[in-house]
């Protein structure tokens, strides 16, 4: 028996991008699915899946590694971002939204750049993915670090 992804499932698509064996299928913002005859039960879609929506043969929530909320946030270089919306249209979470920056003397479209929301970011990454501008992105160095943390913790 494989894992299976219950209605909790908020469409991230991290446990398809994580699975080795490509046995889970779905699009941003809809429930995936797990299919039984590729699954290995190695776990890592529950290890990644920030809502618990990932249950184990045995019918159990597994829990994580890492809690969630210690993953970086992503950054926007508000200088460049341009406005488009296409990072707060894909974020499963509404972590990302518009905001106005300048004064409103001098206030234009491109004064109208994305935030992050960072308590309702999970650090999924699929605004970098949806950004055509690049500008969204993790610091390196938040994730050296929070890597270094994941390798400390399973010694």
Do not use: W
Not at 46 to 70: F, L, M, Q, S, T
Not at 122 to 132: L, N, R
């Amino acid at each position: 028996m494989a894992h299976f992804i219950t209605d909790a499932c908020v469409g991230c698509t991290m446990c398809l991008k994580e699975c080795p064996t490509d046995a889970i299928a779905g699009a941003t913002k809809l429930l995936h699915v797990i299919e039984e005859s590729l699954c290995i039960d190695c776990g890592i879609c529950a290890n990644v899946c920030p809502v618990k929506a990932i249950i184990n043969p045995a019918g159990e929530i597994v829990e994580k590694n890492k809690i969630r909320k210690d993953r970086p946030k992503v950054t926007v270089d508000q200088e460049n971002c341009t406005g488009c919306i296409a990072c707060v249209d894909f974020c499963p979470y509404d972590a990302l939204e518009m905001m106005a920056i300048g004064d409103d003397l001098t206030m234009h479209l491109s004064s109208i750049v994305a935030h992050v929301i960072e308590d309702k970011c999970v650090g999924c990454g699929i605004c970098t993915e949806a950004c055509i501008k690049e500008v969204i992105f993790f610091r390196p160095e938040e994730v050296a670090l929070y890597e270094s943390d994941l390798i400390g913790s399973s010694t």
